[in-house]
């Protein structure tokens, strides 16, 4: 009887210690599961000022009742401006707002109807906009649209003048490339459309409406914090 006993205790023991070791076995092959790898960062991410040059191909067409005109009014500016990014994967969003005035008087003279010896020119141009880009490497192309506003300033060629400030509609993109010490370049296309404003007989010659709208390039500088 003791001999049986202590039998089945051995097989016990036995079938025990083999569980054991099998588990032990199987622990040891399981999979070894990897890490995500992380995403790519731009580099250009956080909060940023920057300051930019700017050339625009800005258009004014005169109108009234019996008909209109445009005229070309180009202008260069300079301005600044202050934003914020972030990431997730390899998109990009965020808003920047920026405004800049004219580096000279870029006053167009128009001799033909609806207004003879009328002046226009576009004082100063700001946006605040939306940024949507995608990560490669340490560039960041990227589309942009918002709103835009500016002075665009109306009036008689050695007369008075009025100043208005309109606001519209701008859209475009650009690229921008993270360089060192959290400093980014960047080149950046916009078209813009400031909508109509009016201009008296007082000031224009003839009561008027004037519809501003352009392409614009930019290129500026990001300094990150």
Known sequence: MLRLVVGLLSAVAFAGLSANVEAADMVVKAPITKAPPKPESSGNLGIYLGVFGA???GRATFSDATGSTSINVPSGLAGFAVGYNVQSARVVYGVEADIAVALRNTKTNW???PCF???VRLTYFGTLRGRLGYAVGQALPYITAGLAYGGVETG???GSSENNTKAGWTA???IEYAIFNN???KTEYLYFDLGKTNCSITDCGAPVSVKFRGNMVKVGTNLRF
């Open 55 to 57: 050339y625009d191909w």
């Open 111 to 113: 001799t033909a109807a």
């Open 117 to 119: 010896g009328c002046e």
């Open 156 to 158: 008689l060629a050695g």
């Open 172 to 174: 475009g993109g650009g």
């Open 183 to 185: 400093w980014s370049v």
